[in-house]
DNA sequence: CTCTAATAGTAGCGAGTCGAAACTATTGCA
DNA sequence: TGCAATAGTTTCGACTCGCTACTATTAGAG
């Protein structure tokens, strides 16, 4: 009888949070999965709101992530806009209502704000760390936030996106990005 | 538009480990809430490995938690124990296929493996802080390890609960326990 | 300039999860 | 003795999720 390792106690925690956290996001109209997708989309800029891209961040496919968002749709958390230049795609704005869901503070999340500052700090760039390995590992892209990409060139004017070849408002510099690459 | 909290994004990036750490279970004969299960089961002292127990500790149902302990069975992951003092109650012991299927590290293990050790014992006791006020907030018990507890007397013959009025092995000792109390 | 391949998104199926409620069996207590 | 509490199970319905097949659109090779 081996003692349980470190990183399997470490899995066990995560895992138990999870569902910690999932159990309470049904005290609301959402299920886990839509929250989630939700909570993405309003903190992802103008180029990171398309199905395929929530399907990524999710670590999903493109077909449960459709699902899912035409469930938020029918909810009216977002709206849809087709874009012109490609009539595939398709980009989702969070609504009015979806913001003020977000804004209400879960349980989780007051238990996580009772934490010491700098235990919050260091928590939050260890989870960080581990999703971006993790998802370096399963070959998934990383989902960084803008100004803090490769691509991003900073100006006097304003910002711009080497990648894109756009210019980027101050919010979207601030937005996840599904392009972000590290520096 | 307001910045996300910093404990919005913890909260986020807890459910996307959880999902990552999901998705990769599945690549095994279990899915995630089996695995957990099993995980839990492999680390519970003898008084705590009923449905009930589990159930408690994966924040679920007892109607959930026998499915998936049956579910478990049928794979041969665990096997179970009637008590004869209380007919009602039942006890899993987790086999040797078990344990084996518990050896093998997934990717995230070895993600988690690869943080340095310092940061590895940090996250492991804010996520352990975490989840011990969640459930804590919740109603639910803490499920500590037993040498841990309230309860539990060191002597120089062994251990002993005063609260089980049971003597205990070493291995019992550094289980987990569902009537664990914090000192 | 056309025809094929790749891409974005959706629909439907089936296996499985999960919670709620109803149910059986056993135990405890008044 | 009998009623309430407890342990576990079963069943049902709503939902998730991955898979496959499908449409529509776009890109690219020849």
Redesign the interface.
């Known amino acids: 009888?081996?003692?349980?390792?470190?990183?399997?106690?470490?899995?066990?925690?995560?895992?138990?949070?999870?569902?910690?956290?999932?159990?309470e996001e049904w005290n609301g109209p959402l299920n886990?999965s839509q929250f989630?997708a939700l909570?993405?989309l309003?903190?992802a800029n103008r180029f990171s709101r398309a199905p395929s891209h929530v399907a990524d961040?999710?670590?999903?496919t493109r077909g449960t992530a459709s699902q899912t968002l035409k469930a938020l749709a029918r909810k009216d958390m977002i709206e849809e806009t087709r874009s012109e230049a490609d009539k595939r795609s398709i980009s989702y704005d969070v609504t009015t209502s979806g913001t003020e869901l977000?804004?209400t503070?879960?349980?989780?999340?007051?238990?996580?704000?009772?934490?010491p500052g700098d235990?919050?700090?260091?928590?939050?760039s260890?989870?960080?760390?581990?999703?971006l390995?993790?998802?370096h590992?399963?070959g998934g892209r990383s989902f960084g936030v803008c100004n803090t990409c490769r691509h991003h060139e900073k100006s006097k004017t304003g910002s711009y996106c080497r990648l894109l070849e756009v210019s980027l408002s101050a919010?979207d510099s601030?937005q996840i990005c599904h392009e972000h690459a590290a520096q």
Chains 1, 2 share one sequence.
Do not use: F, H
Not at 1 to 10: A, D, F, N, R
Not at 126 to 131: E, G, H, M, R
């Open positions: 009888m081996t003692e349980p390792s470190q990183t399997q106690i470490i899995r066990d925690l995560i895992d138990r949070l999870g569902r910690l956290s999932a159990a886990p989630a909570s993405y309003a903190r961040y999710l670590a999903t977000l804004s503070s879960t349980g989780l999340d007051q238990v996580i704000g009772s934490l235990i919050q700090n260091s928590l939050a260890s989870l960080k760390a581990l999703v390995t993790a998802l590992q399963r919010i601030t």
